[in-house]
């Protein structure tokens, strides 16, 4: 009797719980974390979510009797729980740490709880961890059977849309009051229902929805679970089907796969309000499963069409390659053949296949390995190409002796790294000797120019001596001396030309022009050639202008005088019947310029980028007198001029004739100095 007095003035545990409640719950937490410091955790720490619910509970029982504790508050702490993957042993110790705390909180605080409230106390907690731990159980069970008949739908390896709803199949025959359920994938800037089954499974399927629309478009955006206590009347839910189905409860959840959202799935009850914490959890190990499976399946499709796309480009290579006019191979870092075309196979006279795998020097016989592996060697180790090297040897397709151009250059992965040696291979045979008989043929002409040229001046002379004498003899009739001046003018002509084809003959041969300096007066020049040519035509006026006193300067006067006879004589050839031709020398600091003016047609626009080509077309002449010529008298001017280290250019315009002007340096400036 003294022992129930003294219990019954202890403290009611329903006021203990309430009065301690922040107090219990920081040692709670304080506890968890102790123990998390000595076992290292597989997951963050636990969070205090349904603890406060529960010591409310506890407080209301141990006032109102076993019937006021909330049975789904076990329930929602086993699917927390299980959704975060927490084992029967992590649920056990939770409510271990919570019933240490109580009674060391009561220890500390020296105070007796109500007689027989403890008792009760520990009754309730057993109550709440066996529901708990019973619920975590089943629906452990219920979920890990789900999973294995999961897995039985993907034993016949079906596509994804019909994997997708067996899964969603499999979803509906386990948790009863689920009516419908679909998968949504993202597909651009939608989502797309590609799996459906129960209710409006015909009206869904292949429905788009825009991200951000419909409680599905928010959860693809947010990457949040989404929950309506009733579709068919909610306003969030804008997808039709689903409210004339007249549905209740709508959940769904994002499917994700890393940071990547796929799309969303979700399920429907025609029935009921909410569903149970059970089914929320089967709906997510679905549901991951279902993201599982569609990662897989889109890895395998890229895998699929990286692996087509890698052997069509493999296909074109080796088209290419069988079809390429060149010899191709590429071999690895120790000379190993990888690939090779048939021409290349044909030279070294072995099957394409034989070479796949084969060193260089195994498939190469003769003295052409040494400088191909000494190359190849050079582009691996320098890891620079290496160009435009000739290899010559007997050629076994062929049957003769043949050249080759071989470039050798590296083969690299995108990111730099040296993957081996690649080479082409050209057959340049046919080339070699076009050029050897193009250079025969050159030969062959310019030595006949150079020949023709020296024979015929010879005879020339004494032609043209022979006119000097008889132009010089007494009695000569008018008729006579007319002849005799078109004798003297034609081998005159003649004499240019064939200067002009000798001088041509030793540029190209190779010598080139050759000049003798000279410290020589421009005026006294320019004047005495004028004068030969006023002789040989005197019914043309050819005069000539003088600007500055100091025309002095170091020039070959025969070359001097060879451009101005030709630039006059050209003049002539175009100029008006009866008009002057003018040459004009203009005095400068470092040059002496001559300018050759004649009054007639202005030159074609479409002959002035060739003017100063050897043997250019020249344009048919528009009257008898003018006479055709070979087209060498301008590029001997441009040659000699060169050699002087002078310029020669033209201006040409209707009514103001046309005009040569040439720049003469007076003395040649260092090659340092010279104008490229």
């Known amino acids: 009797m003294d022992e129930q007095a003294r219990g019954g003035s202890g403290l009611p545990a329903a006021e203990f719980l309430r009065a301690n409640h922040e107090a219990l719950l920081a040692d709670w937490q304080q506890a968890v974390m102790e123990h998390l410091s000595r076992v290292a955790p597989a997951r963050q720490p636990w969070l205090l979510d349904h603890l406060p619910e529960l010591l409310t509970a506890l407080a209301d029982a141990m006032e109102q009797g076993p019937e006021a504790l909330d049975e789904q508050l076990g329930a929602a702490h086993a699917a927390a729980r299980l959704d975060a993957g927490f084992n029967l042993g992590e649920v056990a110790r939770e409510y271990a740490l919570l019933r240490r705390c109580i009674l060391h909180r009561l220890e500390a605080r020296g105070q007796r709880l109500r007689s027989g409230d403890l008792t009760r106390l520990e009754e309730t907690l057993d109550r709440v961890v066996t529901r708990t731990m019973t619920l975590l159980w089943d629906t452990k069970q219920r979920i890990l059977q789900t999973l294995d008949r999961m897995a039985e739908a993907t034993l016949d390896g079906p596509d994804m849309e019909t994997l997708l709803e067996r899964l969603l199949t499999r979803l509906m025959e386990t948790a009863l009051t689920v009516d419908t359920a679909a998968v949504m994938l993202l597909e651009g800037d939608a989502l797309v229902v590609r799996a459906a089954v129960g209710l409006t499974t015909d009206e869904v399927k292949g429905l788009r929805v825009p991200v951000g629309l419909d409680v599905s478009g928010h959860a693809a ?197 040296l993957l081996g040696v690649g080479c082409t291979v050209v057959d340049i045979t046919d080339h070699k000797r076009a050029e050897v008989a193009l250079e025969q043929a050159i030969d062959f002409r310019e030595e006949l120019i150079a020949v023709l040229g020296h024979d015929l001046r010879n005879p020339l002379h004494a032609v043209n001596a022979s006119a000097f004498m008889l132009g010089k003899a007494p009695g000569l009739d008018p008729a006579a001396r007319r002849s005799v001046d078109r004798i003297r003018k034609a081998t005159a002509r003649m004499t240019r030309m064939i200067n002009d084809i000798l001088d041509f003959a030793r540029s190209r041969l190779g010598g080139g022009i050759p000049v003798a300096r000279q410290h020589v007066n421009m005026v006294e020049l320019c004047q005495g050639m004028l004068d030969e040519l006023q002789v040989v035509y005197p019914e043309r006026p050819l005069l000539l202008e003088v600007h500055g006193d100091d025309l002095w300067g170091e020039w070959d006067p025969d070359r001097v005088t060879q451009v101005l006879g030709n630039l006059v004589v050209n003049a002539l050839q175009h100029a008006k019947s009866g008009t002057p031709v003018v040459t004009a020398l203009t005095a400068e600091a470092v040059d002496v310029v001559m300018r050759v003016r004649n009054e007639g047609d202005p030159i074609p626009p479409e002959l002035l980028p060739h003017l100063f080509d050897p043997f250019k077309p020249s344009p048919p002449p528009a009257k008898s007198t003018k006479q055709r010529s070979l087209g060498l008298g301008l590029y001997i001017v441009s040659e000699i001029v060169q050699v002087h280290q002078g310029t020669v250019r033209v201006e040409t315009s209707a009514g103001r004739g046309t005009t040569f002007t040439v720049r003469w340096p007076r003395v040649p400036p260092p090659r340092a100095y010279l104008t490229p």
């Open 221 to 417: 955006l947010e990457r949040k679970p989404f929950f309506v206590r009733s579709a068919a009347t909610d306003p969030r839910v804008v997808v039709e089907p689903l409210r004339r189905a007249e549905l209740r409860a709508l959940y769904g959840l994002p499917l994700v796969d890393g940071e990547r959202v796929l799309g969303v799935a979700y399920m429907g009850s025609r029935t009921a309000f909410a569903f149970t914490h059970s089914d929320v959890v089967l709906f997510h190990a679905v549901a991951e499963r279902a993201s599982a499976h569609i990662a897989q399946t889109e890895l395998h499709a890229r895998e699929h069409a990286a692996r087509n796309e890698a052997e069509r480009s493999l296909a074109l290579l080796d088209s290419l390659l069988d079809a390429a006019p060149v010899g191709i191979a590429f071999l690895d870092p120790d000379l190993r053949y990888l690939r090779i075309n048939g021409m290349l196979a044909r030279l070294n006279n072995k099957a394409v296949e034989a070479h796949r795998g084969r060193t260089l020097r195994e498939m190469v016989r003769g003295g052409a390995v040494a400088p191909i592996e000494q190359a190849l060697r050079r582009v691996l180790e320098t890891g620079q190409p290496v160009l435009d090297s000739l290899l010559v040897g007997p050629d076994p397709v062929r049957g003769r002796e043949g050249t080759w151009r071989a470039d050798y250059f590296p083969v690299r992965t995108p990111d730099g790294a």
